[in-house]
């Protein structure tokens, strides 16, 4: 499956803008967004004019004051600067999503009938209008197809090149503006305004346009605003304190000493690393409309995951052929794999391929055994074949045992062996129901075939449980996450097949109205609720799921009621969106924390400078024995800043996450952000002091 | 340091260990209203006090009735006992003759008295009439106590109910502390004391003659009674201004202990009733655990800074530990195991004059204090000031787990971060800007007894000890001047009611959200790995707030003294 192509982090196409971007976002009204960047620009700015103050008046011993400054700005820079980056990389895609969306004509029908059409500007469709679409015209707008088939070939919005198919009704009736219909015709009925189209949301998405603050982030911002606050009051409380001491702290180490402390490391990466949670997503395939949807996918308690296609291959697979007594096991092979010769389904395949693997039945040229092959309908629900004067059938157990009942069976009666017949196949039929309830228990579905009126036996179609899979619902488990099998088979069939998978509850013979009910008990629990569904009737249910990704190829009603879309349209794929959302969540956390802990090295730089002058018996303190206090003031800061550059790359790529359950998860990331953040900066301010005072800054 | 002075120690930490589990137990059946086995004194009488108060028990209240119920009760109390200061000459009860206490000194009193802390700048046995220490001070150290254990269920049933409106109600919560919690315990400790030697009398004082033939006078009256509730509610103000280091109000090492633990026994098993109340006493005794290494942590470096003495005049050629201000009878571990227990607690009342104290051994008490009274803390506020920085620990860390942050299944977010910060702001707001007025403040730094950095210390300790509701003092600073009076007034009541009211904010939200069933994607918060992480947050956004403060008392005075240096 090809990916949207991604942009590496460090490309001088992004770092470039970038820079220019950094300096754009010192625009007050774009720093207020971020209150601890918007606070270090402001004492920055206060510390120029000090300065600036400083150099009219002609005082001395300006170049500390000087490069104290520079590291100042240079701390909102790179705020501004991590920002753009992860702004750049969404950038980059959204041009390339632009360039697909070129003005297009579209031929709007018209008339009583609307059988003509006028060609009339994309742009200026109106939700409600019909268009013809044809063989190599883009699609307008989004829209639905009302009549007609057509491929269309998606590549603009998934990178799929394969062309799909799209058709009136059913669930694969949505079409995205921007895409092109390769082949055949379709009319579409517009359900999307220009400007608002699925394309226009897309682009705004990764652009960042339309990010508004989730409600985590701005939990975190309000704690980062209340600590900077704190910060406040204990720095600027130090200068009376000195005064009384008999010394004093001049304006700009106090500043350089609030603006260490205060939670800069995150402040300056908590947007990018929002940006960057939406952006790996749309890596991923996955569009969120919000934010906050990505935030819900990592606290998702439950996945309601559809048995087909997700937990089983999509197909069953013939497994076992199940002769009653009196027939041989090869007999009745045989039987079903020339039933089963034209049939071009899956489940079709499958019995001849089991044939020729168990008992070497080669396939054999229908035209050469003159056969002529019975379709499945829905009224007689059974296919096969009729060769040689005699007719066999497979089907549902039920449809075949009617068709024993009634069919050749009533025309033998007259004759005298007629009875025996009867008889016999009564209890066959006996010996038929009981196997197929065999094969229904172990999670299978029961075929059964019939040659002339005579049972033979039953096939064993078995639902295969996709390689890998009861390893990642191990996996689901250990993050804490309950899955739920979601399937319209009988509850004996569904049973048998969740546990097979490994899944932890399911729902049999589901219907849109009890997979509603489930999610609503589910939330009553506290529990959030992700799912994914394609059809119309499981708009209901997406749009009450907490997470609801809806598949590409689904209906607009399903897309418009998800909170996801899916452009690859695989359902498995929740479950890497459940952990993209942990990941957003850890790398706030993580380096927050980080932040946080960075603290005491600061302090213990910072303080014994500061009051040397009085107190020089506080030279104790300098346990890092930073050569002056000057170069220990400016290491601290600079120290500050280059952390900010340093951790970008993981603010973009996010903290890695493993599925060892919340105990090992949260000791191991308090031992790397916590414990490291801790001793990181005494390493680091210790070795750019040596750097410093090597170069004589300080 | 010796081998007797830490098994002393031990058995006192032995002995609150002991207590938590029985006394929580009991706790938890008064406050959820079960029958005990004083229910069948009480009973009726709770019956008729709710009927007199127009409420119910079964009448539950949203967070703001509640909160404005405990403001217009904490309002009135503070009224009746500024205006029985003001007329206390012309009521009864008055046989030494005490004058109408002065407005700043009357205002600073009750303040005092009704946020728990019992900060005093007077001397009992010389301002206050029999009276006002029975009728004001003691009937406050009641409900002021009761309140603020009061407060503290209300948080925990924020925690342990799932999509409520109410959290209990304030006046059934008051009710409950007082009358079976607080009153029986007092009863027999009351009577405990009295046979011990502490006086508990109504007649005037004593003259005596001494051998030299000079008369003194021996300040006696209903000091029992007092004491009680002092230790047991964390209130710590004496009877007599020596508090707990005068014979009548601390006569022997018995008496000392039994002290001690009283200060303890309700903050400590009101984690364990947190952890009954929420299902799993596993969080409280986790919440203890996190409590316990900070105070050991804190009586080892008391202990071993006064046991080591001062270098200043072990140079004289006088060997021991530090002596100064301490009382023979309980020496250098009792005296610093009350002072590191009094402060950690928020009770204040003292053995050992804290002033005396080495720079470092004086400075731990600061420290606990400044934490915000969280190990084991003030009855009720040290467990909802603990809550408090367990939302901040877990909603930073928590997030590191990648799920929202939760505690006990409630999770936290914008508008629990909103109200923790609020409270949190508080204790520098009150103080390190008070402190940074008073030091650069002419009239209120002649208030101090000593220059330098000790001086620093005296001003720190009392704008310290009146925001962490605590109200010991550290001496050498003559606190009655108006303007201490009405600052350090001022800063009791912010550091009482600027937490408790986000306190309250935060057990209505919580109260209103669902529980989400914990799994094995849920952040454990009754491990080892919890109690580490809640120490850290403690120690690092509590703590370093303090740090430049304290680099410039203690710290400074301590280097100072190690290098010879006097001031």
């Known amino acids: 499956m090809s990916k949207m192509k991604s942009v590496s982090i460090m490309d001088a196409a992004i770092i470039v803008p970038a820079i220019g971007a950094a300096f754009k976002k010192l625009d007050p009204r774009s720093l207020a967004r971020n209150p601890v960047?918007?606070?270090?620009?402001?004492?920055?700015?206060?510390?120029?004019?000090?300065?600036?103050?400083?150099?009219?008046?002609?005082?001395?011993?300006?170049?500390?004051?000087?490069?104290?400054?520079?590291?100042?700005?240079?701390?909102?820079?790179?705020?501004?600067?991590?920002?753009?980056?992860?702004?750049?990389?969404?950038?980059?895609?959204?041009?390339?999503?632009?360039?697909?969306?070129?003005?297009?004509?579209?031929?709007?029908?018209?008339?009583?009938?609307?059988?003509?059409?006028?060609?009339?500007?994309?742009?200026?469709?109106?939700?409600?209008?019909?268009?013809?679409?044809?063989?190599?015209?883009?699609?307008?707008?989004?829209?639905?197809?009302?009549?007609?088939?057509?491929?269309?070939?998606?590549?603009?919005?998934?990178?799929?090149?394969?062309?799909?198919?799209?058709?009136?009704?059913?669930?694969?009736?949505?079409?995205?503006?921007?895409?092109?219909?390769?082949?055949?015709?379709?009319?579409?009925?517009?359900?999307?305004?220009?400007?608002?189209?699925?394309?226009?949301?897309?682009?705004?998405?990764?652009?960042?346009?339309?990010?508004?603050?989730?409600?985590?982030?701005?939990?975190?911002?309000?704690?980062?605003?209340?600590?900077?606050?704190?910060?406040?009051?204990?720095?600027?409380?130090?200068?009376?304190?000195?005064?009384?001491?008999?010394?004093?702290?001049?304006?700009?180490?106090?500043?350089?000493?609030?603006?260490?402390?205060?939670?800069?490391?995150?402040?300056?990466?908590?947007?990018?690393?929002?940006?960057?949670?939406?952006?790996?997503?749309?890596?991923?395939?996955?569009?969120?409309?919000?934010?906050?949807?990505?935030?819900?996918?990592?606290?998702?308690?439950?996945?309601?995951?559809?048995?087909?296609?997700?937990?089983?291959?999509?197909?069953?697979?013939?497994?076992?052929?199940?002769?009653?007594?009196?027939?041989?096991?090869?007999?009745?092979?045989?039987?079903?794999?020339?039933?089963?010769?034209?049939?071009?389904?899956?489940?079709?395949?499958?019995?001849?391929?089991?044939?020729?693997?168990?008992?070497?039945?080669?396939?054999?040229?229908?035209?050469?055994?003159?056969?002529?092959?019975?379709?499945?309908?829905?009224?007689?629900?059974?296919?096969?074949?009729?060769?040689?004067?005699?007719?066999?059938?497979?089907?549902?157990?039920?449809?075949?045992?009617?068709?024993?009942?009634?069919?050749?069976?009533?025309?033998?009666?007259?004759?005298?062996?007629?009875?025996?017949?009867?008889?016999?196949?009564?209890?066959?039929?006996?010996?038929?129901?009981?196997?197929?309830?065999?094969?229904?228990?172990?999670?299978?579905?029961?075929?059964?075939?019939?040659?002339?009126?005579?049972?033979?036996?039953?096939?064993?179609?078995?639902?295969?449980?996709?390689?890998?899979?009861?390893?990642?619902?191990?996996?689901?488990?250990?993050?804490?996450?309950?899955?739920?099998?979601?399937?319209?088979?009988?509850?004996?069939?569904?049973?048998?097949?969740?546990?097979?998978?490994?899944?932890?509850?399911?729902?049999?013979?589901?219907?849109?109205?009890?997979?509603?009910?489930?999610?609503?008990?589910?939330?009553?629990?506290?529990?959030?609720?992700?799912?994914?569904?394609?059809?119309?009737?499981?708009?209901?249910?997406?749009?009450?799921?907490?997470?609801?990704?809806?598949?590409?190829?689904?209906?607009?009603?399903?897309?418009?009621?998800?909170?996801?879309?899916?452009?690859?349209?695989?359902?498995?794929?929740?479950?890497?969106i459940v952990e993209i959302g942990k990941q957003l969540l850890m790398t706030r956390g993580a380096l927050t924390t980080f932040s946080i802990a960075n603290d005491i090295a600061k302090y213990f730089a910072i303080i014994p400078a500061m009051f040397l002058a009085f107190y020089p018996q506080l030279k104790v303190l300098n346990v890092m024995n930073l050569s002056t206090p000057q170069s220990a003031i400016l290491s601290a800061i600079i120290f500050n800043a280059l952390i900010i550059i340093a951790l970008i790359p993981l603010a973009l790529r996010g903290v890695k996450y493993h599925a060892v359950g919340a105990a090992s998860l949260l000791r191991r990331n308090l031992i790397i952000y916590g414990l490291g953040g801790i001793i990181v900066p005494f390493i680091g301010i210790k070795a750019i002091d040596m750097v410093v005072s090597a170069l004589g800054l300080a | 340091m010796t081998i007797n002075g830490w098994i002393q120690i031990l058995i006192f930490c032995g002995i609150v260990v002991l207590l938590v589990k029985p006394l929580g137990g009991y706790m938890t059946r008064v406050y959820q209203g079960e029958r005990t086995f004083l229910s069948f004194i009480f009973a009726p009488f709770e019956r008729l006090l709710y009927r007199l108060a127009g409420t119910s028990e079964n009448e539950d209240q949203h967070w703001t009735t509640y909160a404005a119920g405990m403001l217009a009760f904490n309002l009135l109390g503070f009224l009746v006992l500024y205006a029985l200061q003001r007329f206390q000459a012309g009521l009864p009860f008055n046989p030494a003759g005490m004058g109408a206490v002065g407005p700043e000194l009357a205002f600073n009193t009750a303040t005092s008295f009704v946020t728990n802390t019992n900060w005093q700048n007077y001397g009992g046995e010389s301002t206050m009439s029999y009276l006002v220490q029975m009728a004001g001070l003691t009937v406050q150290n009641f409900v002021s106590a009761a309140t603020g254990m009061a407060l503290a269920i209300a948080l925990v049933r924020g925690f342990s109910r799932a999509s409520a409106k109410s959290i209990g109600n304030f006046w059934v919560d008051l009710t409950r502390s007082t009358l079976y919690i607080l009153l029986p315990l007092c009863i027999v400790l009351t009577l405990f004391y009295v046979y011990s030697g502490v006086p508990q009398t109504l007649g005037a004082y004593i003259d005596a003659t001494t051998l030299e033939g000079a008369k003194q006078t021996i300040a006696v009256g209903p000091v029992a009674s007092q004491l009680a509730i002092k230790m047991l509610g964390t209130n710590g103000g004496g009877f007599f201004n020596a508090n707990s280091a005068h014979p009548f109000e601390n006569p022997d090492a018995l008496v000392n202990l039994v002290q001690m633990v009283t200060i303890f026994a309700i903050g400590a098993a009101l984690t364990n009733v947190f952890g009954r109340m929420v299902g799993n006493q596993r969080q409280g005794w986790a919440i203890l655990a996190s409590m316990g290494v900070l105070f050991i942590v804190g009586v080892i470096v008391t202990y071993w800074a006064e046991a080591a003495g001062n270098p200043l005049i072990h140079a004289l050629g006088i060997e021991g530990g530090n002596m100064e201000g301490k009382e023979v009878r309980f020496g250098i571990p009792l005296s610093a195991l009350f002072a590191v227990v009094t402060t950690a607690a928020s009770c204040g009342a003292v053995n050992a004059m804290h002033d005396s104290f080495t720079a470092l051994g004086g400075m731990i008490p600061i420290i606990n204090m400044e934490l915000g009274e969280v190990i084991i803390g003030g009855v009720g506020a040290g467990l909802y000031g603990i809550l408090i920085f367990v939302i901040i620990a877990i909603f930073v860390a928590g997030l590191m787990v990648g799920r929202t942050p939760e505690y006990l299944g409630k999770k936290i977010e914008g508008k629990e971060v909103k109200m923790a910060m609020l409270a949190m702001l508080c204790l520098p707001l009150a103080m390190l800007v008070f402190t940074a007025i008073s030091v650069v403040m002419p009239s209120a730094v002649a208030s101090i007894a000593n220059q330098g950095p000790h001086g620093f210390s005296e001003i720190l300790y009392a704008y310290t000890s009146a925001a962490a509701n605590n109200g010991s003092a550290f001496g050498g600073l003559t606190g009655n001047t108006p303007w201490y009076n009405i600052t350090l007034g001022i800063v009791m009541m912010m550091g009482r009611f600027m937490v408790i009211i986000p306190a309250l904010a935060i057990a209505g939200s919580l109260a209103a959200k669902k529980t989400v069933p914990a799994s094995a994607g849920t952040f454990p918060t009754d491990s080892g790995l919890f109690v580490g992480l809640l120490v850290g947050v403690i120690l690092i956004v509590g703590g370093l707030t303090f740090l430049p403060a304290l680099a410039l008392g203690p710290i400074a005075e301590h280097l100072a003294i190690a290098a010879g240096q006097t001031f």
């Open chain 1, 37 to 576: 960047m918007f606070v270090v620009a402001v004492v920055s700015a206060l510390t120029t004019v000090l300065f600036l103050k400083d150099i009219a008046v002609g005082n001395s011993n300006l170049g500390f004051s000087f490069q104290i400054i520079i590291w100042l700005w240079f701390t909102v820079l790179f705020a501004n600067f991590a920002e753009a980056v992860a702004e750049g990389r969404g950038k980059a895609q959204a041009d390339s999503l632009r360039r697909t969306r070129t003005e297009t004509q579209a031929k709007l029908l018209t008339g009583e009938d609307r059988a003509k059409f006028v060609m009339v500007p994309g742009a200026g469709l109106k939700v409600g209008d019909l268009v013809l679409v044809e063989a190599g015209d883009i699609i307008p707008s989004d829209g639905e197809v009302v009549e007609g088939v057509a491929s269309v070939n998606e590549a603009a919005i998934t990178g799929e090149s394969a062309p799909v198919i799209r058709e009136s009704g059913g669930d694969r009736s949505a079409v995205t503006g921007g895409t092109q219909v390769l082949s055949d015709w379709i009319k579409v009925r517009i359900t999307a305004a220009a400007g608002s189209t699925f394309l226009d949301r897309m682009i705004a998405l990764v652009e960042g346009a339309e990010r508004q603050k989730t409600p985590n982030e701005i939990a975190l911002n309000i704690l980062l605003a209340g600590m900077t606050l704190i910060f406040v009051l204990a720095t600027a409380t130090i200068p009376s304190f000195a005064t009384y001491a008999g010394g004093s702290v001049p304006v700009v180490v106090l500043v350089a000493l609030f603006v260490t402390l205060i939670p800069t490391t995150i402040g300056a990466l908590l947007s990018a690393i929002g940006i960057a949670g939406m952006d790996r997503l749309v890596r991923f395939n996955v569009l969120a409309m919000s934010g906050r949807a990505v935030e819900a996918a990592g606290d998702v308690d439950t996945l309601l995951l559809d048995k087909t296609g997700t937990i089983t291959l999509g197909n069953r697979q013939a497994s076992e052929f199940r002769p009653i007594k009196g027939v041989t096991e090869k007999e009745l092979a045989d039987a079903a794999q020339l039933a089963s010769l034209a049939d071009e389904t899956p489940e079709g395949r499958s019995i001849v391929v089991l044939a020729k693997e168990k008992y070497a039945i080669r396939e054999r040229d229908m035209r050469t055994l003159h056969a002529s092959f019975v379709p499945f309908t829905a009224q007689t629900r059974m296919s096969g074949v009729d060769v040689e004067g005699s007719s066999i059938r497979k089907g549902a157990v039920d449809a075949i045992l009617d068709h024993v009942a009634k069919g050749p069976a009533a025309a033998l009666a007259s004759s005298a062996s007629g009875v025996a017949t009867m008889q016999a196949s009564s209890a066959s039929i006996v010996e038929i129901r009981a196997i197929a309830e065999e094969i229904a228990k172990s999670g299978g579905t029961p075929l059964a075939v019939v040659r002339d009126g005579r049972p033979l036996g039953v096939i064993h179609l078995k639902d295969i449980v996709k390689g890998g899979i009861k390893e990642r619902f191990t996996e689901l488990r250990r993050m804490g996450i309950r899955t739920v099998m979601i399937t319209g088979d009988n509850p004996m069939t569904a049973a048998a097949i969740a546990a097979e998978a490994g899944v932890d509850d399911f729902l049999a013979q589901a219907t849109p109205e009890n997979k509603l009910q489930l999610i609503r008990e589910e939330q009553a629990k506290g529990k959030l609720v992700a799912m994914c569904g394609d059809g119309t009737n499981d708009a209901p249910a997406l749009a009450q799921a907490d997470v609801g990704v809806a598949m590409n190829t689904g209906t607009v009603a399903a897309r418009e009621a998800g909170n996801m879309v899916d452009l690859d349209s695989d359902p498995t794929k929740l479950i890497e």
